[in-house]
Every structure is written in C-alpha cells, then in structure tokens.
C-alpha cells in the first residue's frame, strides 16, 4: 500500500540554523511528491513538488527537497531556518487513481525555531 | 491566482443538527474537489473525492450517508454533516484541482465542534 513517512514528529532549531525534514515514501511507481506547510490558522501552501526531471527541486520562502529514488526518499532542507519557518510540515505523495491525482499524507512534522 | 476559500472558518452545532461548508474556488474552475478531515496534530485524510455533475467518491471507511458532498457548479463543493455527533467534531479542509496538472489548492479549513 502506498505511504508516507515523516519520522519526526517534533523538530526544534534555532534561528539561522540549517535544517533538513525527512520524508520517505513507499510507491510502486515514480511519484509525484510534495511538500507543504501549514500555519496556524491559514491553509495548507505548497513549498514545492517534484513530477520528473532534475532531482533538486527549489521551492519558495528558500527552501529545497532532493528526490533519491534508490532511498524512497524526499528531504526538504533549508540553510538557514528564520523564526517565521516554525509551523507544521508535510510531505505527500501524488498517487494518480480514477482520473485525478489523490494525495497520501504523511504526519507531519511540527518545526519550533528558538531565537 | 488559485485561491480557494472555505465557508463558515469556524462552526459550533448542537448533537443530532446538520452542519453545510462550503468550498469555492474563486479564480479558477476546479474540475475535481477533495474533502480532507484532520484531527488535532494529526495529518489529513482524504474523505472524498468529487467531480462537478457526478457522484463522489468516499475512501473507504467514510460514511456516505454522514458525509453528503455535492459539486454542483465548477467553482462550488458541499459538504454537509448529517446528525452530527461530538465525535464528528474535526478540522474539514477541502482542496480544489484544474489549474495545474497534478497540483491542489486547499482551502484554508473549517473547524467543526459539535457539542
């Protein structure tokens, strides 16, 4: 079955640190993948996908993710995290079913940025 | 572009009382929408999935009866909580997809209590 696992529950950083959130996926096929970011109150907003093609893939608000096929893996990193980046994080994948493209969650993973 | 709002952001209802959101995409005609449910610090689940003019699809496990969504427009999805019970009580976040292949834009969510 398809999933998605984000091993961190709880990450905690300070500012200006660099930081890098782990997400795995088990997929029988090439996914598509993404990761969001959630705050407070505010709705889910993409910070980058991978589909195909160049591996790194850059997102906004600075960050990046690196698609490994042979590690079933999708890190989102930063190098250098601001106290505005603390929020709730999750990856997904893009599982294409019917016509449209469902997404698995993973759990998430909460990011504090100390000053 | 690509927003998509949701309708009440909060609602309080009495057990055995049916409770309406709305999801709309505002900018763009949303071909298929997907209704998640999350519970506190927990990652989102796909209820259901719907296409404009056409019955959804509920994940397995989701009550069709309890969770009656209907699409009737292109910028319009409802999702309506029949008799609603305390346990029915959840964050309801829906997406919207048709702008970009592959991708959703979610709304910002819903936070359902029911007393």
């Known amino acids: 079955a398809q999933s998605v696992t984000q091993p961190d529950i709880h990450i905690t950083v300070s500012e200006g640190a660099s930081l890098e959130l782990r997400c795995n996926y088990s997929?029988?096929?090439?996914?598509?993948l993404f990761w969001y970011v959630q705050s407070p109150g505010q709705g889910l907003q993409l910070l980058l996908k991978?589909?195909?093609?160049?591996?790194l893939v850059q997102g906004i608000k600075g960050f990046e993710a690196e698609f490994k096929r042979s590690q079933s893996s999708f890190n989102l990193r930063k190098p250098s995290v601001h106290w505005s980046d603390a929020a709730e994080y999750f990856c997904?994948?893009?599982?294409?079913?019917?016509?449209?493209?469902?997404?698995?969650f993973g759990a998430g993973t909460r990011l504090a940025v100390h000053p | 572009g690509a927003v998509v709002s949701q309708h009440p952001s909060w609602v309080i209802c009495k057990s055995g009382t049916s409770v309406k959101i709305e999801c709309r995409s505002l900018?763009?005609?949303?071909?298929?929408m997907f209704w998640y449910r999350q519970f506190p610090k927990q990652s989102l689940m796909l209820m259901a999935t719907?296409?404009?003019?056409?019955?959804?699809?509920?994940e397995q496990g989701v009550e069709k009866d309890k969770f009656l969504i209907n699409h009737a427009s292109l910028t319009l999805s409802t999702l309506t909580v029949t008799s609603a019970h305390p346990e029915d009580s959840s964050f309801y976040i829906c997406?919207?997809?048709?702008?970009?292949?592959?991708?959703?834009?979610f709304g910002p969510g819903t936070r359902l209590t029911v007393l």
């Open positions: 997406s919207a997809a048709g702008l970009v292949a592959g991708e959703q834009f």
């Open positions: 997929y029988g096929a090439t996914p598509y």
């Open positions: 991978y589909f195909s093609g160049d591996t």
């Open positions: 997904a994948v893009g599982l294409f079913s019917g016509g449209y493209n469902k997404l698995i």
């Open positions: 900018d763009f005609q949303a071909t298929t």
């Open positions: 719907s296409n404009e003019g056409s019955k959804a699809t509920y």
